[in-house]
């Protein structure tokens, strides 16, 4: 009875944990992404700049 109710709650907790990570693997690779793309950018924009400039 005891180690059923054991191994039901490291279950709990591991579905809730891989839950946890799963959730902050979708909402921050949007993220991280998005932060990417503008460091791209701003770098293409200034080395445009510069290109412009000399």
Same mark, same amino acid.
């Given at each position: 009875m005891g180690s059923l109710w054991?191994?039901?709650i490291y279950y709990s907790d591991l579905i809730i944990l891989t839950?946890?990570?799963v959730g #902050? %693997? @979708?909402i921050g690779v949007p993220i991280a992404i998005r932060? @990417? #793309?503008i460091v791209? #950018? @701003?770098l293409v924009e200034s080395i445009r700049w510069v290109w412009?400039? %000399?």
């Open positions: 054991d191994k039901s839950g946890l990570q #902050a %693997f @979708v932060i @990417v #793309a791209i #950018a @701003v412009e400039r %000399f």
